[in-house]
Nanobody, 124 residues
């Protein structure tokens, strides 16, 4: 019932741009840190960009200067603006967040949430 709902994945030509969006859906009480991960074929999942609850941002070296992460705390959402896309950016991208949610009479704290993943393809 509590989900991270992603959108914006697809196919884009090298040098193009794409924006990924992710919104927390359901009975969330609070959202802490948010991030984007990706996993390319044959590789481990890696952190692409993160943004803390206070707005502190970190990027992987491979995307610095090209990607921008942002968040909207009122909507419990995070976005990833990707510019100057390269073949190496092809991967499944996953939204990630920490937080607290409720279910019935219960409150679950210090949880970790993952989106379902969305494919980004940059062909030759």
């Amino acid at each position: 019932q509590v989900q991270l709902v992603e959108s914006g994945g697809g196919l884009v030509q090298a040098g193009g741009s794409l924006t990924l969006s992710c919104a927390a859906s359901g009975s969330f009480i609070s959202i802490g840190d948010m991030a984007w991960y990706r996993q390319a074929p044959g590789k481990q999942r890696e952190l692409v960009a993160s943004i803390s609850s206070r707005g502190n941002i970190d990027y992987a070296d491979s995307v610095k200067g090209r990607f921008t992460i942002s968040r909207d705390n009122d909507k419990n959402a995070v976005a990833l603006q990707m510019n100057s896309l390269k073949l190496e950016d092809t991967a499944v991208y996953y939204c990630y967040a920490t937080g607290t949610h409720s279910s019935g009479l219960y409150m679950f704290t210090n949880r970790r949430y993952w989106g379902q993943g969305t494919q980004v393809t940059v062909p030759a």
